[in-house]
């Protein structure tokens, strides 16, 4: 679950916890009524949308998530999450092209969380972008070399398999 807001109370923790359950459970209608049961002054809160985001992506509502985690760069602009899923959401609903510009000025801003980096070097990949995604790639793995693995069965990156697997072959030496 994402951290929550000091301001959140207890309530509204229990409500987002158990829709984050209900999300991990499958039960789509069950989390989507218990976010709607957030007293409206923490219906905008970050941590209450990074669960609506989930449950966006569960629920497999794309333009929804686009839409919500658009608003939360917005509101939140230096906060990982809502970068995540924009670029996710993107990459559905246009393009991995689209979803790589989304996420070109923010590539990098997160250092503890890689995972929206490796998008970007995916989405660059698929979008013909071959230089900045290999640039990208080993920036990660220089990193945290335990990406290298994700990476060499990733078909995003299949236009780069050879390439990745030479880092892949380093760290089977190691």
């Known amino acids: 679950m994402p951290p929550l807001q000091p301001d959140e109370s207890e309530v509204v923790r229990r409500q987002l916890t158990d829709a984050v359950g209900y999300c991990e459970l499958g039960m789509l209608k069950d989390a ?30 794309w333009l929804a998530l686009k ?8 509101k939140y602009p230096d ?4 970068w995540f899923w924009l670029g996710f959401a993107t990459r559905r609903t246009d393009s991995p092209e689209a979803a790589y510009n989304v996420l070109k000025n923010v590539v990098g801003r997160f250092p503890k969380n890689l995972c929206m980096d490796y998008n ?5 990949c698929l979008a013909g972008k071959i230089e900045e995604a290999k640039q990208t790639l080993e920036n990660i793995f220089d990193q ?21 697997a030479q880092f892949d072959a380093k760290e089977d030496a190691v």
């Open 67 to 74: 839409e919500r985690s658009q608003a939360v760069t917005e």
């Open 32 to 61: 989507r009524a218990a976010l709607e049961s957030v007293p409206d002054a923490f219906r905008e809160s970050l941590g209450t949308q990074m669960v609506w985001c989930e449950l966006e992506r569960m629920g497999r509502n």
């Open 144 to 164: 945290d070399a335990s990406w290298v693995k994700t990476a060499v069965s990733d078909t995003d990156l299949s236009a780069i398999s050879e390439w990745v």
């Open 120 to 124: 970007f070097a995916c989405y660059g």
């Open 79 to 82: 906060e990982f999450g809502g």
